[in-house]
Nanobody
């Protein structure tokens, strides 16, 4: 753990927006997928969004139902960065958000230490 660098967490008003960023380190494995997870008090860690890097027809993305239409995961110019744009945020989005990366969506090798996101009403 702690192999990825996350940034962008903070406090935001409900209905507002926040963008998280993540950078992956050099690796013996080719990073083909990155994802954002979150864990709120009293809840298990859940997958929020993931992206599998493909060139044609485009990157494959997944979103948890609760964030569909509000959050957008985006690949950086390279394969080692990813962002999570969060819009129309709700108080239930409050959690520690973790970035993950690995050779596939089923094998996340690298993890960040997490960044706190707090949404106030």
């Amino acid at each position: 753990q702690g192999q990825l660098v996350e940034s962008g967490g903070g406090l935001v008003q409900a209905g507002g927006s926040l963008t998280l960023s993540c950078a992956a380190p050099a690796s013996n494995f080719r990073i083909n997928a990155m994802a954002w997870y979150r864990q709120a008090p009293g809840k298990q860690r859940e997958l929020v969004a993931s992206i599998m890097f493909v060139d044609k027809p485009g990157d494959r993305k997944y979103y948890e139902d609760a964030v569909k239409g509000r959050f957008t995961i985006t690949r950086g110019s390279g394969r080692n960065t990813v962002s999570l744009e969060m819009k129309n945020m709700r108080t239930e989005d409050s959690a520690v958000y973790y970035c993950a990366a690995g050779p596939s969506t089923l094998r996340m090798v690298y993890w960040g230490q997490g960044t706190q996101v707090t949404v106030s009403s």
